[in-house]
């Protein structure tokens, strides 16, 4: 990186933190560290909604998402509107009418104290584990890009947000979410700019879209359909979208305390509902265009020549293996084809122009002929690393776009687009940890400690629980190495394994009133946990095949199956016999 | 009626206009989204 690059860095993020401590400002008790006296507009719980949920790997992972599998991750989010509408029917009444400072408050009051600390463990398992993934996915990108030692950049990415967050609570994270969104939208809008500035001078926009789409990238919408029928194990398409990512959208913002406690921030019903409700409209089109920018950098590299693996790290390991000599040679045949690929593109692109339809229907048969010539190198590269060196990872996924960034983009948008990395993390760790700290504080501490405390005592041990959160997120950063997926499908797949349970609970709670035994719910909910997680492991052993985003319906139906199953033994062992 | 209870819905006349219109604009996305695959497959 220039000099240029290091100050617009360091700038952003010490504006960032500046701006976080001097708003920093709250009432020293629960309702102002945890829910900001419950006072915020719903333009500011939207931001902060989108900010919690949109991580760096959002916007690093999608592009390289759209650049290697094409759209149709976007239908992953098709399933937002749907829960938002009933989060604001049936969720947030409830919530705000019974004044909780978490979500498992409620289950409290509706079942009993073991069933809320139940769900309120689980989340805390789950969301602890998933924010130190989200410390360690900019951290292991950056180090990589930056030439740091790991430990460095996971105590840089998770230190600086401890500061403002442990300071100034929900306050502080709102308000830095709302700057941090506005910086990485503004980022992700240049990048895209110039993407398509930085094509040949008679190639632009719709030009980049035809040969993305003609490429297969722009698949959007698909079915799943098969000659044998749907495919279970596709992660992403129309059904799996609507309905996996509808119930896994009703378990992250009807029952996440890190989602659930941004918009009880809002000071009315009507700000809390309008902030939702927002989100449900701009997230799937946000998504989109982020997912768009990744097909506009593979449009780019069918003009220039692209890496043959994109994250530097591994191709050092490459190099300094006994596969070295085999690497260069594929890599030449990687960079001739290239050549080949950029006359078929560029002959594509002049037929277009020309109407010359026999011409573009030829170049294009060639470019994807050399197209998939060059993914069988590629392939050939990332099975080496797979499989023959020792700590190889084959999956660059979420070094695409920083690639095309760091080799491409003029001076000074290469440090807006690096600070990105760091304000789109701290937004989702910020409120993840203020979540932690509020159950942490709400949920254990003020029900198992026999002390009366004072609201200035909780207050500071709040912020004490905030730290000690933050600590343990980023020891999380330190023994996190080789997750293989993708990250932002690792911390989905994670959220999945306990979502379902979490939201089953909730849905018994909300929906079957005749079920008030906690001990029928918790025991279902053990259940349904149990019988999630021998689901996973059996996909994962290869039993069956089936996509993550179904552990969701599966977990919550599970909950409502076994409740209901357990409450009719109950019903028929206290009824009495008849004769 | 206190801030803590206002619940009126903005710009429509109640709150199931805005889940409607919601569903509606996911459902435009969706039809927009089918055919841009359509036409640049």
Redesign the interface.
């Known amino acids: 990186m220039s000099q240029l690059d290091w100050i617009v860095l360091v700038v952003t993020l010490l504006a960032i933190v500046t701006y976080g401590l001097y708003k920093s400002r709250t009432t020293h008790n629960l309702d102002g560290y945890f829910l900001s006296n419950?006072s915020l507009p719903w333009g500011l719980v939207l931001l902060s909604i989108m900010g919690t949920q949109a991580s760096a790997i959002t916007f690093l992972s999608a592009p390289g998402q759209a650049y290697t599998d094409g759209m149709r991750f976007?239908q992953y989010y098709?399933g937002i509107?749907?829960a938002?509408?009933v989060i604001?029917?049936f969720f947030v009444p409830i919530f705000?009418g019974l004044k909780v400072y978490t979500a498992y408050e409620f289950l409290e009051k509706r079942f009993d104290g073991k069933t809320r600390t139940l769900t309120s463990f689980l989340f805390l398992l789950q969301r602890g584990l998933s924010t130190g993934i989200s410390v360690f996915a900019p951290s292991i990108i950056l180090s990589s890009l930056l030439g740091w030692d790991i430990i460095w950049t996971n105590l840089f990415m998770g230190g600086l947000l401890i500061i403002y967050t442990m300071t100034g609570g929900a306050k502080a994270v709102a308000y830095t979410q709302q700057l941090q969104l506005i910086v990485v939208f503004t980022g992700m809008f240049l990048a895209g700019y110039m993407v398509v500035n930085m094509l040949p001078p008679k190639v632009g926009f719709t030009d980049a879209?035809?040969v993305?789409?003609?490429m297969?990238k722009?698949?959007?919408?698909?079915t799943g359909i098969t000659e044998k029928g749907f495919n279970w194990s596709d992660q992403y398409n129309?059904l799996s979208g609507i309905i996996g990512g509808f119930f896994l959208a009703l378990s992250y913002f009807g029952t996440d305390q890190s989602q659930v406690g941004r918009y009880l921030t809002a000071?009315?019903?009507?700000e809390s509902?309008?902030g939702l409700?927002m989100n449900?409209?701009v997230k799937?089109?946000m998504q989109?265009l982020i997912l768009l920018i990744g097909v506009l950098v593979f449009t780019f590299y069918q003009f220039n020549r692209a890496p043959i693996f994109f994250n530097d790290v591994q191709v050092k390991k490459i190099e300094q293996s006994a596969y070295r000599d085999s690497f260069y040679l594929v890599q030449q045949q990687y960079d001739s084809i290239s050549a080949l690929k950029q006359n078929a593109v560029v002959a594509y692109a002049d037929a277009r122009h020309n109407n010359d339809a026999n011409l573009a229907d030829n170049s294009l048969l060639t470019l994807k002929e050399l197209q998939k010539n060059s993914e069988g190198l590629r392939n050939k590269v990332k099975g080496w690393l797979n499989e023959k060196i020792p700590g190889g990872d084959g999956n660059d996924t979420n070094y695409i776009f920083l690639r095309f960034v760091v080799d491409n983009l003029p001076v000074g948008l290469v440090g807006l687009l690096i600070a990105i990395i760091f304000l789109a993390s701290w937004g989702s760790i910020a409120a993840a940890i203020n979540s932690l700290a509020s159950c942490s504080m709400v949920d254990f501490h003020r029900r198992f400690t026999k002390k009366k405390e004072t609201g200035e005592d909780e207050y500071r041990l709040s912020k004490l629980y905030t730290l000690g959160w933050g600590i343990f997120c980023i020891v999380v950063a330190m023994f996190t190495y080789n997750i293989g997926n993708s990250l932002i499908e690792a911390v989905n797949i994670l959220g999945s394994l306990f979502y379902g349970v979490i939201l089953g609970v909730f849905l018994v709670a909300f929906f079957i009133k005749k079920i008030s035994s906690g001990n029928v719910v918790f025991w279902a909910a053990v259940l349904a946990e149990l019988l999630v997680l021998s689901v996973f492991v059996l996909t994962k052993a290869g039993v069956f095949k089936m996509g993550f985003l179904w552990l969701n319906p599966i977990g919550a139906f599970g909950v409502v199956a076994f409740s209901l199953l357990l409450q009719g033994i109950l019903n028929k062992k206290e009824t009495p016999s008849v004769d | 009626m206190t801030?803590?209870?206002?619940?009126?819905?903005?710009f429509f006349k109640s709150?199931t206009g805005?889940?409607l219109f919601?569903?509606l604009?996911?459902l435009v996305?969706?039809i927009i989204?089918?055919l841009?695959?359509k036409?640049?497959?």
């Open positions: 419950r976007v098709f509107p749907l938002m509408v604001c029917i705000r879209l035809e993305g789409g003609k297969g722009l698949n959007v919408i698909t129309l000071k009315s019903l009507r509902r309008m409700l449900g409209i799937v089109p989109f | 801030q803590q209870d206002n619940d009126k819905a903005p709150w805005w889940y919601v569903l604009f996911l996305l969706i989204f089918y841009i695959t036409r640049f497959a």
